[in-house]
C-alpha cells in the first residue's frame, strides 16, 4: 500500500549511557544493527563504524540491554514496540541518526493480491464526489426493452448492498486507521508514562523557539533536570514505586510552568525545561529555583514519603549555542557540573565545559590503566627527627597516561571516589605497599612501616577489614608496622558505622594516622573520641614556622599534646634546615618532606637505602 506512518532512523542505549547527539558520538561505543537492513547500509555508507550484526531486531535490543553493545541504530516503531513487548525498561531513545523521514507500508502474501486494493481503500480518504463516481460506474447499465426488469433491479439491489457494504466497511477501516495513526504520532511524540514530550517534540519546539527569538531578538534558555541518586529509589522502593514518583515529579513540573514554557521528558530521570521570549538571563534563574522548590515536599510511595533533590544545567541562545543540539549537549554538561559540585544549578560557560570534558576523558582513561599499568605507587621516606635515618615511608600513587601526560592524585582521586574505582585502585596500592615493604625488610632485616591513605569510600566498604587481614597474612608482616592514614574528612561523613571500623581495624594490631591534624574543624574532639597511634602535622603549619611565632607555638604544643596522649607525631612537608631544627627542638618524632627526598619509585628508594643499610640478603628488585 501507499505509506500510513513516516518515522525516523533513531540510536537506542541504556538509561545510563552518557549523552549522545548523534552518530558521531558513537565512535568509541560498539553499536548492534539488524543484518541486510537499510539500516547497516546507512551505517556502512555515512560513518566508518564496524557495527555487530544480529539477525533480528530483537536480539539486538537485547544486546544492548544486556550490556554485550552500547546502542542499536534502528526505526523509532518497530525499536518503541518492541522495548515495550520484551520489557526492557533499562533503554532509551537517545537520538535520531539523521533528520531524513522514512515511511511504513502494509505488505500481503503474494497469493492474496486482492488484500492489496481493500488495504488501500481503507486507507484513503474517500470524499463525497468518489462515492458518486463509483455508484455512477456501478449503475452504467443499457437499457433494453426486452429485459426482465425484475432481474435488473435485483442485479442494481445487489450491487447497491455491496457497494454500500464496502463503502460502510472501508469508512470503518478509515477511522480506526486514522485512530491508530493518532495513537503511533502521539507514542512518537510523547512520554508514555509522563505525557510529557519526548526528546524528539521538545527538539522541535526548541527549534522553533529559537527561530522566533533569532527574529525578535530574544533569548531561550534550556535547563536540564536531572533527579540525582533516582537509580536508589528504584532499588529501595522499586521500579514501580520510581514509576509514580516520576508521574508525580512531572505534574509538579508542570504545574509551575508560565506560557512559553514547555516541560518534556528525556527518559529515566531526566527531564528538560525550555524557557522562551526572554529578555534577561534573571529569568531562567528564577524558574530554576522554582523547579527546585517543587521537590522541597516529600514525595508519596506505597513505604514511606521520599525525599528527592535535583541538579540543573542551563544553556542560553545565543549566548552558547545557536541549534537545538547544541543547547541541549551544553544543558547537559551544566547539569553534570552541578551535581558534582552539589549545587542546584549551573550555567554552561566555556571553562566549564573544559572542566568537565577533561574530567569526562579523565573517567574514560581511567577504566583502562590498571589494565595498562598506568598507575604506579612512589614512596615518600620518613626519617627519625634525631638520626636522620629513613624508618618508614607513606604510599603515594602516581598515574602516566601516554594521552594525557602525569596526571595529579588530587584531580583523579575524586573522580575514582565517584566512579567506584577507588576500591579496585586502592586494593592495588596495598599490594604494592605490602610487598614493597616485606622486600625491604627482608633485604635489609630492619623493621620498617608503611603508610597507606584510606579513601572514605574504602573505609565503608564491608570488604576492607577481610582484605587487609589477607594481604598481611600473604605477605607475612607485622601488623604494627602498616599504618593507614585517615583524614579528618572521613571522620566527618554521616557513615554510622564509623566506631565499628576503626574498632575492627585496631583489632587487627594495625596503627592509625591522623592525617591533615590542624585543618579541620573538631581535630581536638576526635583525638578524645577514638584511638589513633600517630598524628601528623599538616604542612601548612610547618611553612612558615621560622617566620612565625603563631605557627611555632601551635606546633610545640600540638607535639606535647600528642606525646601525653600516648602519640607519636610525624610533621610533613618539611623543606628547610630552619624548619627542621625548630622540629627537632620540640621533640618531633618522625620527619617527612623534601628536605630528604621526594617520593620515589621503588627502584629509587632502594638505592637510596642501599646508602643507609647494609644488605643481608641480595633479592632482585
Given at each position: 500500500?501507499?505509506?500510513?506512518?513516516?518515522?525516523?532512523?533513531?540510536i537506542?542505549?541504556?538509561?545510563?549511557?552518557?549523552?549522545?547527539?548523534?552518530?558521531?558520538?558513537?565512535?568509541?561505543?560498539?553499536?548492534?544493527?539488524?543484518?541486510?537492513?537499510?539500516?547497516?547500509?546507512?551505517?556502512?555508507?555515512?560513518?566508518?563504524?564496524?557495527?555487530?550484526?544480529?539477525?533480528?531486531?530483537?536480539?539486538?535490543?537485547?544486546a544492548?540491554?544486556?550490556?554485550?553493545?552500547?546502542?542499536?541504530?534502528?526505526?523509532?516503531?518497530?525499536?518503541?514496540?518492541?522495548?515495550?513487548?520484551?520489557?526492557?525498561?533499562?533503554?532509551?531513545?537517545?537520538?535520531?541518526?539523521?533528520?531524513?523521514?522514512?515511511?511504513?507500508?502494509?505488505?500481503?502474501?503474494?497469493?492474496?493480491?486482492?488484500?492489496?486494493?481493500?488495504?488501500?481503500?481503507?486507507?484513503?480518504?474517500?470524499?463525497p464526489?468518489?462515492?458518486?463516481?463509483?455508484?455512477?460506474?456501478?449503475?452504467?447499465?443499457?437499457y433494453?426493452?426486452?429485459?426482465?426488469?425484475?432481474?435488473?433491479?435485483?442485479?442494481?439491489?445487489?450491487?447497491?448492498?455491496l457497494?454500500?457494504?464496502?463503502?460502510?466497511?472501508?469508512?470503518?477501516?478509515?477511522?480506526?486507521?486514522?485512530?491508530r495513526?493518532?495513537?503511533?504520532?502521539?507514542?512518537?511524540?510523547?512520554?508514555?508514562?509522563?505525557?510529557?514530550?519526548?526528546?524528539?517534540?521538545?527538539?522541535?519546539?526548541?527549534?522553533h523557539?529559537?527561530?522566533?527569538?533569532?527574529?525578535?531578538?530574544?533569548?531561550?534558555?534550556?535547563?536540564?533536570?536531572?533527579?540525582?541518586?533516582?537509580?536508589?529509589?528504584?532499588?529501595?522502593?522499586?521500579?514501580?514505586t520510581?514509576?509514580?514518583?516520576?508521574?508525580?515529579?512531572?505534574?509538579?513540573?508542570?504545574?509551575?510552568?508560565?506560557?512559553?514554557?514547555?516541560?518534556?521528558?528525556?527518559?529515566?530521570?531526566?527531564?528538560?525545561?525550555?524557557?522562551g521570549?526572554?529578555?534577561?538571563?534573571?529569568?531562567?534563574?528564577?524558574?530554576?529555583?522554582?523547579?527546585?522548590?517543587?521537590?522541597?515536599?516529600?514525595?508519596?510511595?506505597?513505604?514511606?514519603?521520599?525525599?528527592?533533590?535535583?541538579?540543573?544545567?542551563?544553556?542560553?541562545?545565543?549566548?552558547?549555542?545557536?541549534?537545538?543540539?547544541?543547547?541541549?549537549?551544553?544543558?547537559?554538561?551544566?547539569?553534570h557540573?552541578?551535581?558534582?559540585?552539589?549545587?542546584?544549578?549551573?550555567?554552561?560557560?566555556?571553562?566549564?565545559?573544559?572542566?568537565?570534558?577533561?574530567?569526562?576523558?579523565?573517567?574514560?582513561?581511567?577504566?583502562?590503566?590498571?589494565?595498562?599499568?598506568?598507575?604506579e605507587?612512589?614512596?615518600?621516606?620518613?626519617?627519625?627527627?634525631?638520626?636522620?635515618?629513613?624508618?618508614?615511608?607513606?604510599?603515594?600513587?602516581?598515574?602516566?597516561?601516554?594521552?594525557?601526560?602525569?596526571?595529579?592524585?588530587?584531580?583523579?582521586?575524586?573522580?575514582?571516589?565517584k566512579?567506584?574505582?577507588?576500591?579496585?585502585?586502592?586494593?592495588?596500592?596495598?599490594?604494592?605497599?605490602?610487598a614493597?615493604?616485606?622486600?625491604?625488610?627482608?633485604?635489609?632485616?630492619?623493621?620498617?612501616?608503611?603508610?597507606?591513605?584510606?579513601?572514605?569510600?574504602?573505609?565503608?566498604?564491608?570488604?576492607?577489614?577481610?582484605?587487609?587481614?589477607?594481604?598481611?597474612?600473604?605477605?607475612?608482616?607485622?601488623?604494627?608496622?602498616?599504618?593507614?592514614?585517615?583524614?579528618?574528612?572521613l571522620?566527618?561523613?554521616?557513615?554510622?558505622?564509623?566506631?565499628?571500623?576503626?574498632?575492627?581495624?585496631?583489632?587487627?594490631?594495625?596503627?592509625?594516622?591522623?592525617?591533615?591534624?590542624?585543618?579541620?574543624?573538631?581535630?581536638?574532639?576526635?583525638?578524645?573520641?577514638?584511638?589513633?597511634?600517630?598524628?601528623?602535622?599538616?604542612?601548612?603549619?610547618?611553612s612558615?614556622?621560622?617566620t612565625?611565632?603563631?605557627?611555632?607555638?601551635?606546633?610545640?604544643?600540638?607535639?606535647?599534646?600528642?606525646?601525653?596522649?600516648?602519640?607519636?607525631?610525624?610533621?610533613?612537608?618539611?623543606?628547610?634546615?630552619?624548619?627542621?631544627?625548630?622540629?627537632?627542638e620540640?621533640?618531633?618524632?618522625?620527619?617527612?618532606?623534601?628536605?630528604?627526598?621526594?617520593?620515589?619509585?621503588?627502584?629509587?628508594?632502594?638505592?637510596?637505602?642501599?646508602?643507609?643499610?647494609?644488605?643481608?640478603?641480595?633479592?632482585?628488585?
Open positions: 500500500t501507499d505509506s500510513y506512518l513516516s518515522y525516523h532512523r533513531v537506542v542505549t541504556r538509561e545510563d549511557t552518557p549523552f549522545i547527539s548523534g552518530l558521531q558520538d558513537l565512535s568509541q561505543l560498539s553499536v548492534a544493527v539488524q543484518a541486510n537492513t537499510s539500516h547497516h547500509g546507512y551505517i556502512k555508507e555515512h560513518s566508518d563504524i564496524q557495527p555487530n550484526l544480529y539477525g533480528t531486531l530483537q536480539d539486538s535490543l537485547l544492548v540491554s544486556g550490556g554485550e553493545v552500547d546502542s542499536f541504530v534502528g526505526n523509532v516503531a518497530s525499536a518503541t514496540y518492541w522495548i515495550r513487548k520484551l520489557h526492557l525498561s533499562n533503554l532509551k531513545i537517545a537520538a535520531p541518526v539523521s533528520n531524513d523521514v522514512q515511511t511504513l507500508h502494509f505488505a500481503v502474501r503474494k497469493d492474496w493480491p486482492e488484500l492489496v486494493t481493500i488495504l488501500q481503500k481503507g486507507l484513503d480518504s474517500i470524499s464526489l468518489q462515492r458518486k463516481m463509483i455508484s455512477e460506474k456501478w449503475l452504467a447499465v443499457e433494453s426493452p426486452t429485459m426482465d426488469y425484475g432481474l435488473l433491479w435485483r442485479v442494481v439491489g445487489g450491487f447497491s448492498l457497494v454500500i457494504t464496502v463503502l460502510l466497511w472501508n469508512v470503518m477501516l478509515n477511522r480506526k486507521v486514522q485512530r495513526t493518532s495513537q503511533l504520532e502521539y507514542s512518537a511524540s510523547y512520554d508514555q508514562l509522563t505525557d510529557l514530550p519526548n526528546r524528539f517534540l521538545v527538539q522541535d519546539r526548541l527549534s523557539l529559537i527561530d522566533d527569538a533569532r527574529r525578535a531578538q530574544k533569548k531561550v534558555a534550556l535547563i536540564s533536570v536531572d533527579i540525582n541518586d533516582f537509580k536508589k529509589i528504584n532499588e529501595a522502593f522499586g521500579h514501580k520510581g514509576d509514580t514518583i516520576l508521574s508525580e515529579f512531572a505534574n509538579r513540573l508542570k504545574n509551575i510552568l508560565s506560557e512559553g514554557q514547555t516541560a518534556g521528558r528525556l527518559g529515566g530521570n531526566q527531564f528538560l525545561v525550555v524557557q521570549n526572554l529578555t534577561d538571563v534573571e529569568d531562567s534563574v528564577a524558574l530554576a529555583e522554582r523547579i527546585i522548590s517543587c521537590t522541597r515536599d516529600k514525595f508519596n510511595s506505597l513505604d514511606q514519603p521520599v525525599s528527592l533533590t535535583v541538579g540543573l544545567g542551563i544553556s542560553l541562545y545565543p549566548n552558547d549555542g545557536d541549534t537545538a543540539e547544541l543547547l541541549l549537549k551544553y544543558a547537559d554538561t551544566a547539569t557540573y552541578a551535581k558534582e559540585q552539589s549545587q542546584g544549578y549551573a550555567f554552561y560557560t566555556d571553562n566549564l565545559i573544559r572542566n568537565v570534558s577533561r574530567r569526562l576523558e579523565l573517567e574514560r582513561y581511567m577504566f583502562e590503566a590498571l589494565a595498562n599499568n598506568e598507575f605507587v612512589y614512596f615518600q621516606p620518613k626519617v627519625e627527627s634525631g638520626s636522620r635515618r629513613i624508618v618508614s615511608f607513606e604510599a603515594l600513587l602516581r598515574w602516566h597516561n601516554k594521552e594525557m601526560g602525569m596526571v595529579s592524585p588530587a584531580e583523579f582521586i575524586p573522580i575514582a571516589e566512579n567506584g574505582l577507588i576500591e579496585e585502585i586502592g586494593l592495588f596500592v596495598m599490594e604494592q605497599s605490602l614493597a615493604l616485606e622486600y625491604w625488610q627482608h633485604r635489609y632485616q630492619t623493621s620498617f612501616s608503611i603508610a597507606v591513605n584510606l579513601s572514605p569510600i574504602q573505609f565503608r566498604s564491608e570488604d576492607l577489614i577481610p582484605t587487609i587481614e589477607s594481604l598481611i597474612l600473604n605477605y607475612g608482616l607485622r601488623s604494627k608496622n602498616i599504618e593507614f592514614e585517615i583524614t579528618e574528612g571522620l566527618l561523613s554521616d557513615y554510622p558505622m564509623i566506631e565499628e571500623q576503626l574498632r575492627r581495624l585496631e583489632s587487627l594490631g594495625v596503627t592509625l594516622a591522623m592525617d591533615d591534624f590542624g585543618t579541620g574543624y573538631s581535630s581536638l574532639s576526635y583525638l578524645r573520641k577514638y584511638k589513633f597511634d600517630t598524628l601528623k602535622i599538616d604542612r601548612e603549619f610547618i612558615d614556622l621560622p612565625v611565632e603563631a605557627d611555632r607555638k601551635l606546633v610545640a604544643a600540638t607535639i606535647a599534646m600528642a606525646h601525653e596522649l600516648g602519640m607519636k607525631v610525624v610533621a610533613e612537608g618539611v623543606e628547610t634546615e630552619e624548619q627542621c631544627n625548630i622540629l627537632v620540640n621533640n618531633c618524632d618522625i620527619l617527612q618532606g623534601w628536605l630528604f627526598s621526594k617520593a620515589m619509585t621503588l627502584k629509587d628508594t632502594t638505592a637510596m637505602l642501599d646508602g643507609q643499610y647494609e644488605q643481608i640478603d641480595e633479592v632482585g628488585v
